[in-house]
């Protein structure tokens, strides 16, 4: 049982969903190059937000479909505001990312949750603890 996580520059990676969603994102982040401290969540390609930071006691299977391909988005919550922004951690120009992308810019759902491409992200190295 497994999904794809499309990120960053043209890459993707494979992620075993058969565990908890709080164990899942924390593979996600460290696999993807994210923040430790870094929300993030996941969007499939009809625009839905999967709202994996509510579940997190959840089984990820029980959240998400084996095989299907989701995009990585930050999470921001903004304080002036009661909707967080999420931002998309795909290359906007990503050969391997633009028929995702295209079909998120054609979904009334990408905007009304305020889902954008991001332009240009740079790799972070994972600042999880390491394994002693």
């Known amino acids: ?21 709080s164990v899942l994102l924390d593979s996600i982040k460290s696999h993807c190059h994210c923040e430790y401290e ?6 499939d390609e009809n625009a839905e937000l999967k709202n994996l930071l ?5 089984y990820a299977s029980q959240a998400l479909r084996e095989r299907e391909e989701y995009a990585l988005v930050s999470v921001r919550r903004c304080e002036d ?12 120009q ?4 633009s028929t995702f992308i295209a079909k998120l810019r054609n979904k009334e759902g990408s905007r009304a949750l305020g889902i954008q491409p991001q332009r240009k992200r740079t790799k972070r190295k994972s600042t999880l603890p390491q394994p002693q």
């Not at 870094?38 to 969007?43: F, S």
């Not at 509510?54 to 959840?58: G, H, V, Y």
């Not at 990503?94 to 990312?97: E, F």
């Open 1 to 21: 049982m497994f999904i794809t996580v499309l990120h960053a520059d043209n890459e993707q990676t494979l992620f075993n969903i058969h565990c908890k969603i």
């Open 38 to 43: 870094e929300e993030i969540d996941l969007v």
């Open 94 to 97: 990503a050969p391997l990312h």
């Open 81 to 92: 505001s009661s909707q967080p922004l999420y931002t998309l951690l795909l290359q906007d």
């Open 54 to 58: 509510e579940q997190r006691d959840e």
